[in-house]
């Protein structure tokens, strides 16, 4: 069984520039959420898609966006880069319905993001 | 607001030793307390998943306890191993796969 693939693993971008990540969750799994890792601030919680509605949301300004295909793939943007959004960014999958919750969640290996 | 929090934040053990790895938490409703698992540069491999309504989870040589009433979990790890070592995280989920993570331990366990 397939684990959580992102794409791509690395990259490296210059300040201005915009990026997109993606992520294939686990078969099956509807819900996908994004996080940013970084040193100082440790693991945050972007946003979250189920059924390609967003249906959370983290305290990131509007440059972070996302979306969710009909095959529950998601891809997060960057727009505008800025030196400090350079990090791990994390994806994970679960199945997650509207009930009832306690599902576990699989997180990819991440997409290294350098902004230089 | 919620918040996680992890001690001690760095660990370092001889092989062999019996640890246990603190995580509270300030908002009781939470739906489930998940540990990860993370090696350096790597994404995060989940440990154990403990519901809401339980108590505690075992895996192995591993052994996970939630007391919502309290704030707490703990993570404990019998008869630790060098390839135990890596940063061990804890996550509290409040809504649909919403975690809030603590900052982690980091075990390094000795040959």
């Known amino acids: 069984k397939a684990g959580v693939t992102q794409t791509p693993r690395y990259l490296i971008k210059t300040r201005g520039q915009q990026v997109t990540l993606s992520c294939s969750p686990i078969s099956g799994h509807r819900s996908v959420s994004w996080y940013q890792q970084t040193p100082g601030q440790g693991l945050q919680f972007l946003f979250e898609?189920?059924?390609?509605?967003?249906?959370n949301k983290g305290n990131f300004p509007g440059r972070f966006s996302g979306r969710q295909f009909s095959n529950s793939r998601s891809e997060m943007n960057v727009s505008t880069l800025e030196l400090g959004d350079s990090a791990l960014y994390l994806c994970a999958s679960s199945l997650a319905q509207t009930t009832p919750r306690g599902t576990e969640a699989f997180f990819g290996q991440g997409t290294r993001l350098t902004v230089v | 607001k919620q918040e996680v929090t992890q001690i001690p934040a760095a660990l370092s053990v001889p092989e062999g030793e019996n640890l246990v790895l603190n995580c509270s938490f300030t908002d009781s409703a939470i739906y489930n307390l998940q540990w990860f698992r993370q090696d350096p540069g790597k994404g995060l491999t989940s440990l154990l998943l403990?519901?809401?309504?339980?108590r505690e989870q075992t895996s192995g040589r591993l052994n996970a306890s939630l007391d919502k009433s309290s704030g707490r979990s703990t993570l404990y790890i019998a008869a630790s191993q060098p390839g135990d070592s890596a940063t061990y995280l804890c996550a509290g989920e409040y809504n649909f796969n919403k975690f809030y993570f603590g900052s982690g331990t980091k075990l390094n366990v000795k040959p």
């Open positions: 403990i519901q809401s309504s339980q």
């Open positions: 898609y189920f059924s390609e509605t967003q249906r």
